[in-house]
């Protein structure tokens, strides 16, 4: 009987903890602060994506291409 007992106390022991724990992760989470943060974090990720793509999209020997035209542009 106790062999049985004692894992089913630890075992619920743990399930509240883990209950408590992520009630307070989640009311920490939702806070404004943090979803502000969270949210310009996202932001930030997205914008770096993006030039990401931006930089693979553009090919590499076309940019001296592009620096030349300019100068010429500029110059005359």
Do not use: C
């Amino acid at each position: 009987m106790l062999e049985t007992l004692i894992p089913l106390v630890i075992n619920k022991s743990i399930e509240v903890i883990l209950k408590l724990l992520l009630e307070k992760i989640w009311a920490w989470l939702l806070t404004d602060k943090s979803f502000q943060r969270l949210n310009h974090f996202l932001k930030m990720q997205i914008f770096v994506l993006y030039l990401d793509w931006i930089l693979l999209k553009t090919s590499l020997k076309s940019l001296p291409e592009l620096a030349k035209e300019n100068n010429s542009d500029t110059s005359g």
